[in-house]
């Protein structure tokens, strides 16, 4: 399941996808609009920001926006930065792999069974983007 976390910044990104026309835009805003915890909201936004998807700017037309494109930013991104692995079970994850204990790894069905799963998510989480959702 997608933590709170990263439920709130696909809501934050898709409202500022569609605003990014009208330049920076309030984190007030974004809290307001989406219904969003403004403290949960600005520690979500920041991490973005110092990760280089999101920039900012301070006083007046100030706020948060794109630093790089919405159509370039994938959702399996988003979801690794703010949640880690995709991959159920740590010895199937591509880029936050461990080995199980107490595991036969090449002869495990649940861990064949589990990569197949893995890769039908990936094609779908890699190929989507922020601008894909709206």
Known sequence: MLS????????????MAQAEKDGPILIAEISRKKKIPLKFLENILLELKNVGILDSKKGKGGGYFFKERPADITLA????????????????SLNFYERCKNCDEKNCALRDTLILARDATLRILEKKTVADLI
């Open 77 to 92: 991104r988003i979801m690794r930065l703010l949640d880690g692995p995709i991959a159920l079970l740590p010895c199937v």
């Open 4 to 15: 709170k976390k990263t439920q709130y910044a696909f809501k934050a990104l898709m409202y």
